[in-house]
């Protein structure tokens, strides 16, 4: 029972043209999103979050956003780059409930940025 | 401000041996969160600790696998009588607060082999 999907397990994109990362989520409890970044042999780095009172954010090149009645989220990454070449995992959480805080995580995109 | 430590990264067991998985975590926080991501999997939920006292282990597998993180020195994940199907990545997050939508910053990860 995955309550984080992250449907499509690879990606690929031109340097300079935008990515696209898709994640879907089935509990209405979650109300905080991040997206973390993760390299080979290393462990997941924060990238930027979203809360659900909000639609969208963005931090430089990464944009996140929120659809709530379809319990769907995205990440732009424009322009992407080589070294954006890593696995991309969509995270939830929920600020109420016996597990509050604990974060639930999709499978991962692995994206390839190609020069 | 040294990020989230773990050690070893890498330990290699024979089946039925002890697997002893240790975690410090950044400067001024006092959560401690463990994750195990199987090979192609995303990260799983195992266990959340504060100083001395464990939270929520909803996560952990209920035999062989206990976590501690004492006043002094680093969080332990500890496998006894390790198996093959516990070979694995496990991972350290920590935050500051456990307040609502505290982003988790984590480990490099210690990548567990059993024989």
């Known amino acids: 029972d995955q309550q984080v999907k992250q449907n499509s397990p690879s990606l690929s994109v031109q340097e300079g043209r935008i990515s696209i990362l898709n994640c879907d989520y089935t509990n209405s409890m979650f109300d905080y999103f991040l997206w973390y970044k993760k390299y080979p042999a290393e462990g997941p780095t924060f990238l930027i979050s979203i809360s659900s009172i909000k639609d969208k954010n963005e931090d430089g090149r990464f944009t996140v956003f929120l659809n709530k009645s379809a319990k769907h989220l995205s990440l732009h990454i424009v322009p992407s780059q080589p070294g954006d070449s890593a696995v991309y995992f969509c995270a939830a959480s929920a600020s109420y409930g016996g597990s509050q805080g604990n974060l639930i995580f999709g499978k991962g995109t692995k994206l390839s940025v190609k020069p | 401000n040294a990020g989230v430590m773990q050690n070893p990264r890498h330990l290699v067991r024979r089946r039925g041996q002890e697997a002893r998985l240790r975690c410090s975590p950044m400067k001024g926080h006092s959560h401690v969160y463990w994750y195990r991501q199987l090979p192609e999997e995303g990260l799983k939920f195992m266990v959340y600790l504060q100083k001395e006292n464990i939270i929520d282990e909803s996560g952990m597998p209920k035999e062989r696998f206990s976590a501690e993180f004492p006043k002094e020195g680093p969080s332990i994940l500890r496998i006894q009588q390790v198996v093959r199907g516990d070979s694995a990545a496990y991972f350290c997050?920590?935050?500051?607060?456990?307040?609502?939508?505290?982003?988790?910053?984590f480990g490099p990860g210690t990548r567990l082999l059993v024989l």
């Open positions: 997050a920590s935050s500051p607060l456990r307040v609502l939508q505290e982003t988790q910053y």
